[in-house]
């Protein structure tokens, strides 16, 4: 039985920045090389009259997530094809 992976990602927008967005999340071994599909979303990102700032909310589960070996990886985001953040995975046996 292979793991799930549920990820929640909160962007926040400023206002020159409304449109649609195009969101990327690969998750990327410690030699750089990507261990799974790349990950692809779109959202719009809209403003009320009054907005300064708007936010789009993301959650993904990955079902039956595979990664190679017990090591550290990282999950990055990408916005519009821009690095944004990166977060560690560290993947170690139970027990």
């Known amino acids: 039985m292979h793991p799930q992976c ?3 990602i909160k ?4 206002r020159v920045e409304e449109g649609e967005k195009r969101i990327r999340i690969t998750f990327i071994d410690s030699d750089g090389a990507s261990v799974m599909p790349t990950l692809n979303a779109t959202t719009q990102v809209r403003f009320g009259p009054n ?4 936010t789009a909310s993301l959650a993904l589960v990955i079902q039956q997530l595979k ?4 090591a550290e990886y990282s999950i990055d985001l990408a ?9 560690p995975l560290l993947v170690v ?3």
């Open 6 to 8: 549920a990820l929640a």
């Open 79 to 87: 916005v519009d094809d821009r690095h944004e953040a990166s977060i």
């Open 93 to 95: 046996p139970v027990g």
């Open 11 to 14: 962007l926040r927008f400023e």
């Open 67 to 70: 990664l190679p070996k017990f």
């Open 51 to 54: 907005d300064s700032t708007a």
